[in-house]
């Protein structure tokens, strides 16, 4: 069989894609590798991404955490294998777990994600592991191999490609992050997360419990946590970060390595957990936002996303898309307007009217697909507090009018929210308490108490068994309001 060198294939390759693309030396491995993006265009596009991820997640306000992550970060971006770039620390508003980076130097961690490490040393091996993900040049790699590849993904709710692209959210940023790593590319970030973190002190067997916290995440049947949709996680992966960082700290005998438990609990005292209401929440298949005063019913057993920028909506099978964003417009006119002006879509109707007693533009659009099909809008234009909230339902024409209904009950059922109950609901946050005499996790937390139908919840929260001792004077995390 003949073989090829790195070095001819880099040539090859080069000449087969016309120039469009170059060969590299990986900053952690040495190695040549095919690579559409200078190191130029990787900071471009953690520059240019960063806003639409702030704009889609929400940025999270905590001073004292905030340092505590930058420090961290700035740390270890010292000693990992490219010092140079100019790295960003940043907390998302959400409760999802999860932990990414874009190419460039950006690292994110969600307060989902801080909730659920009980020590400093296991955000640091996290830490480490994403930035792994920068200095190795994963997902320039990713972008590299898979650069003709059109994500389907908004958030978390699947949706067809057409449905996506029409839909005014599609991001190629965005879907760069949801594009999962290969189990090569997290074994090296893995084997960099415990390189970082024993450099700066911290004792890197703690990556390794997290990974079983995040796995008891997933283990009752509900949906994966997108840190690990994201990060496939091989059976035996704590066990190996186990011993690799068992081998780094024996380069080290003489270090004391860092847990730091008591001060990363006393850190997250009174975070947000779980879904700030505030920003608008999920009850009984009603959607209520108490900031901006308004409710509307969501399609019964759909997927369902929040983000600071839109409600999004699927069926499970993703044949259609319900959206609520706000438009920029000063009016009713100026925003039907400006959709009847798009040149991409054709309006086949539009009438004024009312929702429960506000002004209303109703639009019927067409837009013809790339491959010939033909997606058909509903759009609801509706006019309160000196907003116009654009309620936007897509499908395929053949299977429009099996969801106009469906669209519509959303839709027609806007109105404005006056519930004081829903007004003034506030969320839950992690609460630091004393341990106050030996006993279990379990008796403790009824001690302090918390109902039965979440002890499994705490449990992992706190990165223990329900039956695990737990000594007078421990600090423990509980939640309330």
Known sequence: MLRLSASLICVLTTALLLALSSCAVNPVTGKKELMLLSKDQEVAMGIQYNPEIIAAFGSYNDEALQNFITQKGTEMARVSHRPELDYKFQILDSPVVNAFAVPGGYVYFTRGILAHFNNEAEFAGVLGHEIGHITARHSARQYSSQILMQGALLLGVVVSNDFAQYADVASQGLGLLMLKFGRDHETQSDQLGVEYSTKIGYDAREMANFFNTIRRLSGDGGSVPTFLSTHPDPTDRNQKVYQ???????????????????????????????????????DNWTFYHPELKFQFPVPRDWQYENTPAQVQMA?????????????????????????????????????????NGLPATVLLTDQRTQDGNTVRGLIYLIQYNDLIYKMKGLSYAN???????????????????????????????????????????????????????????????????????????????????
């Not at 690799?244 to 947000?272: C, H």
């Not at 009016?331 to 879509?345: E, P, Y």
């Not at 839709?411 to 630091?432: C, G, K, V, W, Y």
């Open 244 to 282: 690799l960082a068992n081998k780094w700290q024996q380069k080290q005998p003489s270090a004391q390595f860092k847990v730091n438990r008591e001060t990363y609990l006393r850190m997250i005292d009174g975070l947000v957990y779980g879904e700030d209401p505030r920003q608008g929440y999920l």
């Open 399 to 481: 299977d429009f009018n099996a969801w106009r209904n469906i669209f519509e009950n959303s839709m027609s059922n806007f109105r404005p929210l006056t519930d004081s109950a829903r007004l003034n609901a506030a969320p839950e946050r992690i609460r630091i308490k004393t341990v106050e005499r030996d006993a279990t996790l379990e008796q403790t937390l009824r001690g302090f108490g918390m109902p039965d139908n979440r002890l499994d919840e705490l449990a992992i929260l706190n990165g223990m068994e329900r039956n695990t001792p737990v000594a007078k004077g421990m600090l423990i995390k509980v939640v309330g309001r």
């Open 315 to 355: 069926p499970r099978d993703g044949k259609a898309l319900l959206l609520l964003t706000i438009a920029p417009h000063r009016s009713l006119t100026d925003a039907a307007n400006a959709i009847a002006q798009d040149t991409s879509r054709r309006v086949q109707n539009r009438q004024n009217t009312t929702v």
